[in-house]
T-cell receptor, first 112, second 113 residues
Framework: DAGVIQSPRHEVTEMGQEVTLRCKPISGHDYLFWYRQTMMRGLELLIY????????DSGMPEDRFSAKMPNASFSTLKIQPSEPRDSAVYFC??????????FGPGTRLTVT | AQSVAQPEDQVNVAEGNPLTVKCTYSVSGNPYLFWYVQYPNRGLQFLLK??????LVKGSYGFEAEFNKSQTSFHLKKPSALVSDSALYFCAVRDSGNTPLVFGKGTRLSVIA
């Protein structure tokens, strides 16, 4: 299995631009999680899905952030408009019948 | 609410010496406990977990962890550290329901040759 796939790996954009991060979970996994990692805040859960349905989005910082999972093999996290304080590494993770979550390599976002 | 505490931001150990990375947790009901490792510019990699059974669990790369219910701890250990073990280590917990993992802030392990 290829593991969790994320794209792009790096994204540099200017303040005010729209940013879309993409994730392909491990095939057969029914849970998908989006996390954000910064030096100041550590690893924060933003939102998670079960069977493509959003279960808890209480970690989404504000309305500028949105996430979708149109099917079992694809999810997006969108930031519109982006701000410098959104600069972070964004991780996607998935979980199946086993108890552990498997993480993708992350997308490093820099907003200038 | 679930929570994890990793009391040490940084642990330094000489190569060949035993290492311990500490973790305490708080959860309602039975805990599911995990350790992950993160190397620079990489995602988190699963090391080991405790769900039930033997309190000493063994994982990848020679790591093990001991579950202590009375002390609500789940410390990560390795008998002989390698320089290549230098990384950021995260402890995580969830309850027995289908909730997401809650992570600690991480402990940076530095193994010195």
């Amino acid at each position: 299995d290829a593991g969790v796939i994320q794209s792009p790996r790096h994204e540099v954009t200017e303040m005010g631009q729209e940013v879309t991060l993409r994730c392909k979970p491990i095939s057969g996994h029914d849970y998908l999680f989006w996390y954000r990692q910064t030096m100041m805040r550590g690893l924060e859960l933003l939102i998670y899905f079960n069977n493509n349905v959003p279960i808890d989005d209480s970690g989404m910082p504000e309305d500028r952030f949105s996430a979708k999972m149109p099917n079992a093999s694809f999810s997006t996290l969108k930031i519109q408009p982006s701000e410098p304080r959104d600069s972070a590494v964004y991780f996607c993770a998935s979980r199946g019948r086993s108890y552990e979550q498997y993480f993708g390599p992350g997308t490093r976002l820099t907003v200038t | 609410a679930q929570s994890v505490a990793q009391p040490e931001d940084q642990v330094n150990v000489a190569e060949g010496n035993p290492l311990t990375v500490k973790c305490t947790y708080s959860v309602s009901g039975n805990p599911y406990l995990f350790w992950y490792v993160q190397y620079p510019n990489r995602g988190l990699q699963f090391l080991l977990k405790y769900i039930t059974g033997d309190n000493l669990v063994k994982g990848s790369y020679g790591f093990e962890a001991e579950f202590n219910k009375s002390q609500t701890s789940f410390h990560l250990k390795k008998p002989s550290a390698l320089v290549s073990d230098s990384a950021l280590y995260f402890c995580a917990v969830r309850d027995s329901g289908n909730t997401p993992l809650v992570f600690g802030k991480g402990t940076r392990l530095s193994v010195i040759a």
